[in-house]
């Protein structure tokens, strides 16, 4: 994955090596801070809006006032694209942190938030996104306020290397059997027609990716039920899947190496993921190839 030249500092365009941090930076010694990232498909940010707005939603939540308003946000984050003439699939990584000030627990007064963003291709995973994954199930340890995007990820690296060693894509975390999303994704179940998946609470992020598929299922006319599943529901599921901005919408096709319904991508998964496209306007088709 190719790292574009020039990055946001601040408000300010530079190289990427130029990028120096302070010992005393917050996010690298108390992950305080949050993030966003944001898909790019031919050169435009798709859920632009979506994303930027939660990006604000989560600063807040952690009291970082940012140094300049959303609309000034967006023109740095178009420029940003512009200035790398970035024109193909990829996506932005974008951080902001309360500062840089001596170690102290208590938040630093008068100090200006750190903000970097920088580009990076991203070509569609086009036969994990066809074929489907297979996941394990994992416990969800993380804390209760997981609707931030916050640098705190340990609990989510470390369940996704658990699933990477045993040789699965992604984790679905639950809470005494009662799953939450899985750990860089939001995951639904099909059952006779309909989809399920946890209300958005501060339990989970609220994924861009599920705000679209909220707008999918609308016009497709396909009832999605905020209505929390259980694990011992995933045995008798029809379908499975899960959705963020680097997956889009991938079908899972196995739990703990069990499959699940037939073991391979169901209707309303395809139909979801077809509206996917559209909705980003992407020309390559999974139905098409499938
Ligand atoms: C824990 C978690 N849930 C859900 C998502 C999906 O969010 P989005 O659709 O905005 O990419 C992510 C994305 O990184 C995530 O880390």
Aim: glycine residues 4%; aromatic residues 8%.
């Amino acid at each position: 994955m190719s790292v574009f030249p020039v990055i946001l500092s601040q408000d300010k365009f530079v190289h990427r090596d130029s990028l120096k941090f302070p010992l005393e930076e917050r996010a690298l010694q108390f992950g305080d801070g949050v993030y966003e990232v944001i898909r790019i498909y031919n050169g435009k940010y798709y859920l632009f809006n979506e994303h930027v707005d939660r990006l604000y939603r989560s600063s807040k939540a952690i009291k970082i006032k940012l140094s300049y308003s959303k609309e000034k946000l967006k023109e740095l984050l178009l420029e940003l694209l512009n200035r790398n003439k970035m024109i193909e699939d990829g996506k932005v990584y974008m951080q902001i942190s309360r500062g840089s000030a001596p170690r102290d627990h208590v938040f630093p007064e008068g100090v200006e938030p750190n903000i970097y963003a920088y580009v990076q291709s991203l070509p569609r995973n086009l036969s994990t996104i066809k074929k489907g994954v297979s996941v394990i199930t994992h416990r969800d340890i993380r804390w209760e306020n997981c609707y931030i995007k916050s640098l705190n990820l340990l609990p989510n690296l470390m369940a996704k290397q658990e699933a990477k060693e045993n040789g699965c894509y992604e984790a679905i975390l639950h809470q005494d059997g009662l799953v939450t999303e899985c750990s860089a994704s939001n995951v639904y179940l099909v059952k006779d027609e309909k989809i399920f998946t946890h209300p958005t609470t501060r339990n989970i992020l609220h994924g861009c990716v599920r705000m679209a598929i909220e707008r999918f299922v609308e016009e497709l006319q396909i009832p999605l039920v905020e209505d929390a599943f259980l694990l011992n529901d995933i045995s008798d599921a029809d379908e499975l899947f899960l959705s963020s901005s680097t997956s889009e919408i991938t079908p899972i096709v196995s739990v703990d190496g069990h499959p699940v319904g037939d073991g391979k991508p169901g209707e309303i998964t395809r139909k979801l993921q077809d509206a996917y496209e559209k909705d980003a306007n992407i020309q390559e088709n999974i139905i098409a190839n499938a």
